[in-house]
């Protein structure tokens, strides 16, 4: 990630796909191992820690869908609708069956990708603005549905407290603890994604997005491939709607609204479409960019304003500003923040010799 | 001893106790408040308001001494309404030591229950969570410290009662809510209370977001023609209600709107209080500039040079900021009182916040008492109604078929 090598000197397809381009990626995989499990939890305070959790939930849905609208083309304003199905399951399983997290939390999973696939069938006959149509009418039927059927959302508030996950009796009940727990997943969801999108799957993907036509002449059952797409994202949606309920120990229905679908669509556009690492960035950006305005505002902002007045301003400002930088980043970069990482990198690729 | 030398003793050992042990003090004498707040989500129409009272009751306190010798630093944080923020707040006011919190918005307050809990922070919740949270036994650390939707359809009921002349038997009550977990929670109560009571009742649900419902008015007025309309909606549905009852010519007189449906701003937005007369809502703070504390806010502003903000003007929601202020003021003066005037501890302010009792800030604050068991503190509410272009007091502080609500909470209470 952070290497850089002085040409292409890549003679096969293996070397060119594999997971670490040069032995020195390992390096760095192990550094960047040794910071978020080491170094981070013992000298970062718990508010921070707290912030983390936040943007490792968010990774994983924002790579779900990175799956789907990036890799496969497949727009989906859904997402957050198979989060809270996930997140249903997952509670509904906790409290009625007393089942721990590493059940309930792939069946969260594994349910979202069923309905997922049905929500995904009329991707099979339209495309583009007309699927996000589609899938929006998913968003509305599963959040209806949840809130008036009683048997899923467990009464009239719609809502459904789980405890807290424990593996080998130690139960994950500090933001400390609930770190390890969601940086695993996170982690897990990365590498996971890494080598979907190296494989024939994914490449499938791929071609299903750039051309569906092209796709089914070279032989890919696009139909196979499109549902596959809707099964493996909302299998991550449902993932990250359950690590929600257990972070914040309870499933809500209102956590998951139409809102939350387009936050999601705001982190993928921003990172970039169809890659990982733009998930991540894109994650990453969305959730610290409010935090970061509003703590400068407070540090540079009590030079002009009064503390009540302050208030008001950072509000405002925080909109507004947020607004602005994601129109600044985009029109600099249209692909998004991971192509900017690129571009930074191929510069220094040749750096100093760059003519 | 010369009185030279006594006298500069004095002054040398009067500069040590200022220096040393009144620089510890002044350093010791802050206490923090975390307040969330909504100025730019779904709800900033409460917010907006709500807010700036919250901050100027605070910055009243502060400006005669604070309390006990305290003086209160509010951090505030705009969780937009949306669960992830609320959370990174909770977390940032526990970084910064504070001793209490107030949370704004009914799925942040659901999702920050158990955390408040584990890390014995109380937050105050008025007209957001669940009714059942008025139950201190389980939910220690969550206060809603106001009429619950179930305390506010015991009045709602209690109030059509008398409006229609003492009895409800044959008589019919139409329920309008917006179809959402809020919405639909005081359902429970309204259908014991038909039986009890002997009305029919019949439920329209408005879907979100709730600017769309004249099927719904056509469906009460043409049809079901019902003698009291009871309705809990939130944002700008409530505006749309009262010009679509207003269009059926259905009497508003006849019509009871729960907390969120009856502020100024509802009201203007429905085409001014002269569209709106005999409009009734339920409040769970005072309405109106008629209080001494908020003569004090103003003569505060004044004593600044500074103009009087026109958020006071929207009386139903500021006063319901001051409202939160006060309150969780006079918990941490509880906690200061009990512990002789050193810094309280969160788990001890969340015992004064259990002993509060006839506090009532020249009736702004209902007559409740709140204890280890009942965090609503009794479910007082007022009624006020538009009349002449202006809301004026129907009803004093009183509580709707408490029996009813606290049977409906033992209940709860024993299915967990």
């Not at chain 1, 809270?84 to 990708?113: C, H, K």
């Not at chain 1, 930088?325 to 029109?331: D, Y």
């Not at chain 2, 901050?55 to 400006?63: K, P, Q, R």
């Not at chain 2, 509802?266 to 005072?286: K, L, P, R, S, T």
Request: proline content about 4%.
């Amino acid at each position: 990630m952070f290497h850089r090598e002085s040409g292409v000197f890549k003679t096969t397809y293996r070397a060119d796909m594999a997971l670490y381009p040069l032995p020195i990626a390992k390096w760095t995989v192990g550094v960047l191992a040794l910071i978020f499990i080491v170094i981070v939890p013992l000298t970062v305070h718990e508010y921070y820690l707290s912030i983390l959790n936040l943007i490792f939930i968010a990774i994983v849905g924002a790579l779900g869908l990175n799956i789907l609208v990036g890799y496969t083309g497949q727009i989906s304003i859904g997402h957050a609708a198979f989060m809270s199905v996930g997140a249903y399951t997952a509670a509904n399983l906790a409290v009625r069956l007393g089942l721990p997290f590493w059940i309930t939390l792939p069946a969260g999973g594994m349910m979202a990708a069923v309905i997922g696939v049905i929500v995904g069938m009329p991707s099979l006959r339209i495309k583009g603005l007309y699927l996000a149509i589609a899938t929006l009418a998913g968003q509305l039927i599963i959040e209806w549905t949840i809130n008036h059927v009683p048997a899923i959302s467990g009464g009239a508030q719609a809502s459904i407290q789980v405890e807290r996950p424990s593996l080998f009796g130690v139960s994950f009940n500090t933001q400390g603890h609930l770190y390890f727990f969601l940086l695993f997943f996170a982690v897990l969801a990365i590498v996971a994604t890494l080598n979907l999108v190296r494989s024939r799957i994914g490449r499938a993907f791929v071609a299903v997005r750039d051309q569906d036509i092209a796709a089914e002449i070279i032989g890919i059952d696009i139909y196979r491939y499109k549902l596959m797409a809707f099964a493996i994202s909302s299998f991550y949606a449902g993932v990250c709607g359950v690590l929600y309920t257990y972070y914040f120990g309870i499933a809500n229905y209102e956590q998951f609204q139409l809102i939350v679908s387009i936050d999601y669509l705001a982190m993928i556009i921003i990172g970039g479409l169809g890659s990982v690492l733009g998930s991540i960035l894109g994650a990453v950006f969305v959730t610290l960019l409010p935090i970061v305005i509003r703590i400068l505002m407070e540090n540079i902002g009590s030079l002009f304003f009064t503390g009540a007045e302050m208030a008001n301003v950072i509000s405002g400002l925080r909109l507004g500003v947020f607004g602005g930088l994601i129109i600044f980043f985009l029109i600099v970069e249209p692909e998004g923040l991971n192509r900017l990482w690129r571009n930074i990198r191929s510069y220094f690729r040749v750096w100093p010799f760059s003519y | 001893m010369t009185k030279f030398v006594r006298s500069w003793l004095g002054i040398a050992a009067t500069t040590a106790t200022l220096a040393f042990g009144g620089g510890q003090a002044l350093a010791q004498k802050e206490l923090v408040f975390g307040l969330q707040c909504d100025r730019t989500g779904p709800t900033a129409t409460v917010g907006v308001n709500l807010c700036p009272g919250y901050h100027d009751y605070i910055a009243l306190v502060n400006s005669k001494g604070g309390v006990e010798g305290f003086k209160i630093k509010v951090l505030e944080v705009d969780n937009e309404y949306k669960v992830p923020p609320a959370m990174e707040a909770h977390e940032r006011f526990k970084k910064e030591g504070a001793v209490l919190e107030g949370l704004f918005g009914t799925a942040s307050t659901m999702a920050l229950t158990k955390k408040l809990e584990e890390d014995k922070i109380l937050g105050t919740s008025p007209g957001f969570g669940t009714a059942s949270a008025a139950d201190g036994k389980r939910f220690p650390y969550t206060f809603p410290i106001a009429a619950s939707y179930w305390s506010q359809a015991g009045a709602a009921v209690a109030f059509a009662k008398e409006r229609l002349g003492g009895n409800l038997k044959g008589k019919k009550i139409a329920y309008l809510f917006y179809d959402n977990p809020a919405g639909k929670e005081p359902l429970p109560i309204l259908e014991d209370l038909a039986k009890s009571e002997g009305f029919e009742m019949r439920t329209f649900a408005v879907p979100a977001p709730g600017v769309e419902m004249g099927a719904q008015i056509l469906d009460i007025t043409g049809r079901f023609k019902p003698d009291f309309i009871i309705t809990h909606l939130f944002g700008r549905s409530p505006s749309v209600s009262i010009k679509e009852l207003k269009g059926k010519g259905f009497p508003l007189s006849k019509v009871v709107a729960f907390v969120w449906g009856s502020a100024e701003a509802d009201i203007i937005a429905a085409g001014g209080m002269a569209v709106a007369e005999g409009y009734n809502g339920i409040q769970f703070a005072g309405v109106g500039k008629d209080f001494q504390v908020i003569k004090d806010i103003e003569a505060m502003y004044k004593a600044q040079g500074k103009p009087v903000p026109k958020e006071l003007d929207s009386t139903v929601y500021y006063n319901r900021g001051v409202f939160i202020a006060a309150m969780h003021t006079e918990a941490v003066r509880n906690a200061i009182k009990v512990k002789g005037g050193a810094a309280p501890t969160s788990e001890e302010v969340k015992k004064g916040m259990e002993a509060i009792k006839g506090f009532t800030l020249g009736g702004l604050v209902p007559p409740m008492e709140i204890t280890a068991a009942d965090h609503e503190g009794g479910g007082w509410v007022q009624i006020w109604t538009v009349k002449g272009g202006k809301l004026v007091r129907d009803k004093d502080w009183f509580q709707g078929y408490r029996e009813i609500i606290k049977k409906h909470l033992a209940a709860e209470a024993s299915k967990s």
